[in-house]
């Protein structure tokens, strides 16, 4: 289903299916997704997906910040508050503990 190259947006678009990849792998690690302008240069933000029951992924929450705003630290610090909101949507919902898993992420 998925290419090798991807749509290039802007200069930091992930643009092969092994950026993609190995960006996932970063996700599943600390629980949210960081955009630094990958789609368009001036918004960045973090997100987070939620889960239900099955532990598969049903939704997401986010936070979009312009991106001269966005410093490694400021996308962290959200980041790990919408990891913890999207925990405790997902709990609300019936998913154990854990992130998604990785077949519904």
């Known amino acids: 289903l998925l ?3 991807l749509r290039i947006y802007t200069e930091t678009t ?5 950026q993609l990849l190995k960006a996932l792998e970063g996700i599943r690690q600390v629980g ?3 955009n630094r302008g990958e789609y ?11 889960c239900d029951r099955t532990n598969s992924a049903v939704g997401a929450i986010g936070i979009s910040l312009p991106t001269v ?3 490694k630290e400021k996308l962290e610090e959200l980041g790990a508050l919408v990891a913890e909101g999207a ?19």
């Open 3 to 5: 290419t090798d190259r």
């Open 14 to 18: 992930i643009g092969t299916k092994t």
């Open 32 to 34: 949210y997704a960081i």
């Open 40 to 50: 368009r240069s001036d918004v960045s933000g973090v997100a987070a997906a939620i």
């Open 69 to 71: 705003s966005a410093s």
């Open 87 to 105: 925990r405790k949507i997902s709990r609300a919902l019936g998913a154990c503990e854990t992130a998604c898993s990785e077949d519904g992420v």
